[in-house]
């Protein structure tokens, strides 16, 4: 998946849900964009024999004819950029956005007068690792861009703005946020998204012999005791959450987050807009009311229509019964996202192991 994998409609045509071919585009350069993008992430595209951001040849990093470019300014200068946000080299979740606003120059000051004052009644502490390197081991940066980032107010443990270098932490124990996200310390911890195909079975048994997820899980259930977030029923595809972090599993199911799921919905068409309000704004159904969150027709032709909705209702086949009550039974469903983790172009039955920063952002998202 490129760097797009969570934006865009075009993109989902793309993939394997509905069948449609990658939608191209145009950059920014006039160069054609689009078709498969399994390839080496951020990789560039070529204009005129070079690539994109590429100096001309000849010419010095300054822009001066005639001056030789200096490879460590160039070096210095990526790291810096790549310092910027955390997590910044990978593949999947940097689409994520984060709105995270850096402590002013004054919070800084205050965090590091109350950092000292601490000091002064405990005492240094000697236990644990220095607060740079945990930050490195869950892959936030390198170390001396993660010392960047203390310094510059972005780390906070166990609630506290942490300013100065020579802190350490349990890796265990402690909480750790970078740029107000969550970041897992804990290497035991493994969090994975199964792009579930249809006719699966969300259970890792079936005593009826159909296909389950246990059958693409085999050596990861054995080793790690996987189990899944949520379900998605036997005709239904899409993003499919399995993890061994049983707090983070039982906070995305639960209510009270609020947690948002996004599909794509293939229906009979026309559908009237009297029937998208009637939608937004509730359907009563055996188990109580239930209403989308949000919902936009994304294509429609004379028999069919595609629609997004998205909604953070768990209950059990929620999204069909919701379509069957407007007269409008689903004919293909496909589950696109469970808050910031989104499908992209991940393959039908391929595994892949989710981002610290996606599983960051949905630490966030449930109080973590």
């Given at each position: 998946?490129?760097?797009?994998?969570?934006?865009?409609?075009?993109?989902?045509?793309?993939?394997?849900?509905?069948?449609?071919?990658?939608?191209?585009?145009?950059?920014?350069?006039?160069?054609?964009?689009?078709?498969?993008?399994?390839?080496?992430?951020?990789?560039?595209?070529?204009?005129?024999?070079?690539?994109?951001?590429?100096?001309?040849?000849?010419?010095?990093?300054?822009?001066?004819?005639?001056?030789?470019?200096?490879?460590?300014k160039r070096n210095t200068s990526a790291a810096r950029k790549n310092s910027e946000?955390?997590?910044?080299?990978?593949?999947?979740?940097?689409?994520?956005?984060?709105?995270?606003?850096?402590?002013?120059?004054?919070?800084?000051?205050?965090?590091?007068?109350?950092?000292?004052?601490?000091?002064?009644?405990?005492?240094?502490?000697?236990?644990?690792?220095?607060?740079?390197?945990?930050?490195?081991?869950?892959?936030?940066?390198?170390?001396?861009?993660?010392?960047?980032?203390?310094?510059?107010?972005?780390?906070?443990?166990?609630?506290?703005?942490?300013?100065?270098?020579?802190?350490?932490?349990?890796?265990?124990?402690?909480?750790?946020?970078?740029?107000?996200?969550?970041?897992?310390?804990?290497?035991?911890?493994?969090?994975?998204?199964?792009?579930?195909?249809?006719?699966?079975?969300?259970?890792?048994?079936?005593?009826?012999?159909?296909?389950?997820?246990?059958?693409?899980?085999?050596?990861?259930?054995?080793?790690?005791?996987?189990?899944?977030?949520?379900?998605?029923?036997?005709?239904?595809?899409?993003?499919?959450?399995?993890?061994?972090?049983?707090?983070?599993?039982?906070?995305?199911?639960?209510?009270?987050?609020?947690?948002?799921?996004?599909?794509?919905?293939?229906?009979?068409?026309?559908?009237?807009?009297?029937?998208?309000?009637?939608?937004?704004?509730?359907?009563?159904?055996?188990?109580?009311?239930?209403?989308?969150?949000?919902?936009?027709?994304?294509?429609?032709?004379?028999?069919?229509?595609?629609?997004?909705?998205?909604?953070?209702?768990?209950?059990?086949?929620?999204?069909?019964?919701?379509?069957?009550?407007?007269?409008?039974?689903?004919?293909?469903?496909?589950?696109?996202?469970?808050?910031?983790?989104?499908?992209?172009?991940?393959?039908?039955?391929?595994?892949?192991?989710?981002?610290?920063?996606?599983?960051?952002?949905?630490?966030?998202?449930?109080?973590?």
């Amino acid at each position: 998946m490129s760097r797009g994998s969570s934006s865009g409609r075009g993109e989902r045509g793309g993939n394997s849900n509905f069948g449609g071919k990658p939608a191209g585009g145009r950059n920014s350069n006039g160069g054609k964009s689009g078709g498969k993008s399994y390839g080496k992430p951020g990789g560039a595209g070529r204009t005129g024999g070079r690539s994109f951001g590429e100096k001309p040849y000849g010419k010095s990093s300054s822009g001066k004819p005639g001056e030789k470019s200096n490879p460590a300014k160039r070096n210095t200068s990526a790291a810096r950029k790549n310092s910027e946000r955390a997590f910044g080299k990978e593949r999947f979740g940097n689409s994520v956005p984060n709105n995270y606003a850096r402590p002013t120059q004054r919070a800084r000051a205050q965090a590091r007068a109350e950092n000292q004052a601490a000091r002064e009644i405990n005492g240094e502490q000697q236990d644990g690792i220095r607060l740079q390197k945990a930050m490195a081991n869950a892959g936030v940066a390198s170390r001396r861009v993660c010392e960047e980032m203390i310094l510059e107010g972005r780390v906070e443990v166990n609630g506290n703005l942490v300013v100065e270098l020579g802190t350490r932490v349990d890796p265990d124990k402690d909480r750790i946020h970078v740029d107000g996200m969550r970041i897992q310390t804990n290497q035991a911890n493994r969090y994975f998204v199964f792009n579930k195909p249809k006719h699966v079975m969300c259970t890792m048994d079936d005593p009826e012999g159909r296909r389950t997820i246990a059958d693409y899980f085999k050596n990861e259930h054995k080793s790690l005791r996987l189990f899944h977030v949520g379900r998605l029923d036997y005709k239904t595809e899409g993003v499919l959450i399995l993890t061994n972090d049983g707090e983070l599993a039982n906070r995305l199911q639960h209510p009270k987050y609020e947690v948002p799921k996004t599909y794509l919905v293939q229906i009979p068409g026309p559908l009237p807009r009297a029937v998208s309000n009637q939608l937004r704004e509730g359907i009563k159904l055996e188990d109580g009311w239930s209403k989308v969150d949000d919902l936009k027709i994304i294509a429609t032709t004379p028999k069919h229509v595609m629609v997004e909705v998205t909604l953070h209702s768990g209950r059990n086949r929620i999204v069909r019964r919701m379509f069957d009550a407007v007269g409008h039974p689903v004919q293909r469903l496909v589950r696109v996202a469970v808050g910031p983790v989104q499908l992209g172009d991940q393959k039908q039955g391929t595994i892949r192991s989710l981002g610290n920063q996606e599983v960051g952002h949905l630490m966030a998202m449930v109080g973590m």
